[in-house]
């Protein structure tokens, strides 16, 4: 029965989320992408059948500029991993912000409107 209880708690969800942004300490941000090119040989099967070799990018913006790096096929899982930790702590980041609004709401209406701000 106390392991439902903490479970609902939205202070104790709010911990156990706080805990798991730790282990996202190396993610990358930005977009992974495999895109098929053709390497410009005239007899290679890219250029006769039309299927490109995969080359990985990550596309990210740095100070507001869009920015393109390849990848090398030994570090795509690496990567991919990477930036899909920067996924899930966005998603733990909106679970606490929502628990946080919630615990703020219900305390606004709890309180009488005095117009003095908690400090």
């Known amino acids: 029965m106390a392991r439902l209880k903490k479970a609902a708690d939205p202070l104790h969800r709010r911990s156990q989320l706080m805990r798991q942004l730790l282990r996202f300490r190396e993610m990358l941000p930005g ?42 096929a030994r570090w795509v899982s690496y990567i991919r991993q990477r930036v899909g930790f920067h996924k899930q702590f966005e998603q733990r980041v909106e679970e606490i912000l929502k628990i946080n609004l919630k615990r703020w709401l219900a305390q606004k209406q709890k309180e009488p409107s005095s117009g003095v701000s908690p400090v």
Do not use: D, L, N, W
């Open 31 to 72: 977009s992974f992408i495999c895109r098929q090119i053709r390497c410009g040989r005239p007899r290679c099967r890219c250029a006769q059948k039309g299927q490109g070799h995969p080359a990985y990018q990550i596309t990210v913006r740095i100070e507001g500029q869009t920015q393109t790096y390849m990848i090398p």
